[in-house]
């Protein structure tokens, strides 16, 4: 992995807007140009003017689809045809299912036995194969090696991939377009994927708008490696957040280092609340890794004051039998 | 309520497109244009192509709003003075206070002592004066009675009503623009305001399209008296749809013996499965009257096999404590 690190930390600064015009003409057949949404009613608790990016809408119910189907179909033929592999458990993983279905290929998803049965169910229904590991960062990595060499599928990470970040930022491409002249846009942060490409696209686009990552007070490893200018990667997440848990890559960090204003912090009942406000007044199902964004823009409200506010909505795969809530 | 509904009777034939397209012009300012949801996977397991109108993302979360706001500002200014007044143990009762309010009127609101907290707590933020009655029809009417001869203020009836039934008309005004060409429409049937304006301005924009109600199988007095021909008003409703429990009254009676292909009907248990497979799979919010929609629709797919159907979807005022299944 090391190695792999090394060569993309190197493609950091090569990733531009270019790429992220060239994802959104590539997905365009394939991933849904999701709608953004609105609320009288959360403004006024916010006191700013919040344009929500609704990607739990998008193919699979999340973001992920963006990058796993650009980085899917950017694959020249030959490679493609031995399929692409990749860990993951949840969104990522589905993602790849119904891109590499869509392209006709195989997929191998090496899953954790502790994802959720939602997530692991998606995996399966949109096409891949499954590979059970054991919970833990060293099975995974084995596991995922081991796939690589069986198969000679092509792997796909679920953010250290400059195809992938440039598929995720087609999300702010898409918002900006539909909600002009924000002042600032907040994304949630894992392994900063989403945040990079937002960031890239919306510093060339709309270089005015303040850029600001959102993440759980106790999944904060974003936050620590900005603040302290040194990629943090033994933060050990604790988090509702299923998909917040990833720390940086290098090339994440390299990015975010540069272009985000700051990291904004929420707690886990912020998180929950957030996530129930935007079911009673949105009308929409968003899984808690979405909520941390609505929930730490009204924890730092008097920063965000009468500003025109993108919040991204990163997906909407809850499980029903679940809610973090009593019913 | 004998002499209103004769006078309303005499009204029905008199409702026409124009005024569901006046009723359009008149909400524009403060309407939300809902957008059209599409799934593949629900497609699939329907049979046919579905475009569902969401109607929960319409201000108050229901399509109640349409009616109550085009009957509120059709009002003319001296009898607008005194305000308005109505019985509702949900969503018209908000609807109508968020129309008065707009308008800078007042609107007083019977309330079954048995309404929703939700739907209760809904009416008061959106600006309504509260007057409680027991949940019977005699101490409805009698409160109502009571309110009007008080306030001089306008009765608007939930769904007996010319102006409200052409708001809501306005719902298949707009689907029939978004998806052009549909083969069939099915909307659920309580009161029978939402599919009476439907069937008008379906009937007069595009009258080949098929048009079916969906009720509730334990509170069916839509079907009993479409297939009967003749208006039945003593069916007790026990259905978990707090939507649906109205009967029919003479004015939508007459229009939907008129105009619809049929009531399709649904089981407690298909609504609530349908009502969970809309939340899992198109990522919203919707009330068990919504569900019903889809459910009848499952139940009799092969009715609507291979068709171009648009489904709509009422409201999305749910009571996240209170989930119609075990979490």
Redesign the interface.
């Known amino acids: 992995m090391m190695t792999r690190h090394a060569a993309i930390h190197a493609d950091a600064a090569s990733i531009g807007v270019d790429d992220i015009l060239d994802a959104a003409a590539r997905i365009a057949p394939f991933a849904q140009a999701t709608?953004v949404?609105r609320s009288a009613s959360l403004d006024e608790l916010a006191g700013c003017r919040m344009f929500f990016k609704c990607e739990?809408?998008q193919r699979i119910?999340a973001f992920k689809f963006r990058g796993a189907c650009n980085a899917v179909f950017a694959l020249p033929e030959e490679i493609a045809a031995r399929g692409v592999a990749t860990h993951s458990s949840g969104n990522h993983g589905a993602a790849l299912a119904l891109a590499a279905t869509l392209r006709g290929m195989p997929a191998h998803v090496v899953v954790p036995t502790n994802a959720t049965k939602v997530k692991r169910a998606s995996i399966i229904?949109h096409g891949a194969r499954i590979i059970d590991c054991a919970p833990t960062l060293a099975a995974r990595e084995a596991a995922v090696a081991q796939v690589l060499a069986d198969t000679g599928a092509q792997l796909v990470h679920p953010y250290a991939d400059p195809c992938v970040i440039a598929g995720q930022g087609t999300v702010a491409l898409e918002l900006l377009r539909q909600a002009d002249g924000l002042d600032a846009l907040i994304a949630p942060v894992g392994g900063g994927g989403l945040l990079s490409g937002c960031a890239i696209a919306t510093r060339a686009l709309s270089p005015g708008t303040r850029l600001w990552g959102a993440e759980p007070t106790d999944a904060a490893d974003a936050q620590v490696s900005i603040e302290s200018n040194r990629l943090i990667e033994d933060v050990v997440p604790d988090t509702l957040c299923d998909g917040l848990r990833a720390h940086l890559a290098p090339i994440t960090f390299e990015i975010l280092r540069s272009h985000v204003d700051g990291i904004a912090l929420a707690s886990e009942e912020e998180i929950v609340a957030a996530m129930?406000l935007l079911?009673?007044r949105?009308?929409?199902?968003?899984e808690p890794s979405s909520a941390v964004a609505l929930a730490a823009l009204l924890r730092a409200r008097e920063r965000f004051a009468g500003m025109r506010v993108g919040v991204v909505l990163t997906g909407?795969n809850v499980d029903?039998?679940?809610?973090p809530?009593?019913?």
Do not use: M, T
């Open positions: 709608p949404l739990n809408f119910g229904r129930r079911w009673a949105l009308k929409i199902l968003v909407g029903l039998d679940a809610l809530w009593k019913v």
